[in-house]
């Protein structure tokens, strides 16, 4: 392996950058849900190149696993947040998530 | 530098990227969820690339077989209006996505090219048994068993509560736009409730 960890790195935060965005600009609940998981994705990949470069052991590659099972968790979780939420209102803009206001 | 692996990262970056920017943009969910499946396969190819095979097979197994699936679902349950929609400010936050996106890309190309010091960081030589599933899955239980365990509860309690959710219908009437049944046998979104008691009252009113 000759290619830098920095690279791993840079590749990384940019996926990041764009989940974060996306997250924070759109208005549509399903592509913010596909943004955190951008987020998660980046993380990951973070973590198991700091795992392969710097500890012996598996230690980022089980953290790793463990994020991957709790971002499927969420995804069920959300979609389904996002189903009942079109069912009452119709829509699936997060502007109109309005039920709590006021 | 290896020149054959360079040419696989870049690869996976430029797929990852793309998917990613893709993901920001689309107006239709279905373009973003292809974007985030492409992704989704470039960071399981740079998994490859770090030695972490295990890892690579579970990333596509479930999110690419999973998850992406299960946005797909419910994309296709939602229709068509599941799009955004066309006004000015919806346009205008996906465009600034894109235009972050792309400066955040160039940034990312400039430090490349800054970056080539002989100071950087390269890869050690792998352990013999780096990222199969067998020393993994040895880690896994003799070290985090207690919270592997407590992933599997995770999972059930998050089927459980998905499920409670997404078929959960006791809403409050007031909130709801008022609903028009075109044939009152066939309205399955009603709850039964309201019902009965009108047939109750027709039917003692024939009596």
Not at chain 1, 44 to 70: K, P
Not at chain 2, 84 to 102: F, P, T, W
Request: proline content about 5%; overall charge positive.
């Amino acid at each position: 392996m000759t290619i830098p960890l920095e690279y791993f790195v840079i590749v990384s935060a940019a996926i990041f950058l764009t989940g974060a965005v996306g997250f924070l600009l759109r208005r549509n609940l399903l592509v913010l849900l596909m943004s955190i998981e951008l987020m998660l994705n980046a993380v990951n990949l973070t973590l198991v190149a700091f795992n392969r470069q710097y500890t012996g052991d598996h230690t980022g590659q089980i953290f790793t696993f463990f994020i991957i099972a709790i971002a499927a968790a969420e995804a069920a979780v959300g979609l389904a947040i996002v189903l009942a939420f079109f069912r009452l209102r119709n829509t699936v803009r997060s502007d109109d998530a309005d039920l709590l206001r006021n | 530098m290896n020149t054959l692996e360079l040419a696989f990262f870049g690869a996976c970056t430029i797929v990852a990227f793309v998917g990613a920017l893709l993901t920001v943009v689309a107006k239709n969910p279905i373009r973003g969820a292809m974007g985030l499946l492409a992704t989704i396969v470039g960071i399981a190819g740079m998994y490859l690339l770090l030695a972490a095979e295990f890892l690579a097979a579970i990333q596509l197994l479930v999110y690419a077989g999973a998850v992406v699936i299960l946005f797909l679902f419910v994309i296709m349950l939602l229709g068509p209006s599941a799009q955004s929609k066309r006004d000015s400010r919806d346009a205008v936050s996906r465009y600034l996505g894109a235009g972050v996106m792309l400066l955040s890309g160039l940034a990312a190309v400039f430090l490349l090219f800054r970056t080539q010091a002989p100071g950087m960081t390269t890869f050690g030589k792998a352990p013999k048994d780096f990222g199969t599933i067998e020393s993994i899955g040895h880690q896994l239980f003799s070290t985090a068993l207690v919270p592997f365990e407590l992933s599997g509860a995770l999972l059930l309690v998050a089927v459980i509560g998905a499920v409670a959710v997404a078929r959960g219908k006791q809403v409050d009437p007031t909130l709801l736009p008022a609903p028009q049944p075109k044939h009152p046998e066939a309205a399955p979104q009603l709850p039964a409730a309201p019902a009965a008691p009108a047939a109750a009252h027709v039917k003692e009113a024939r009596s």
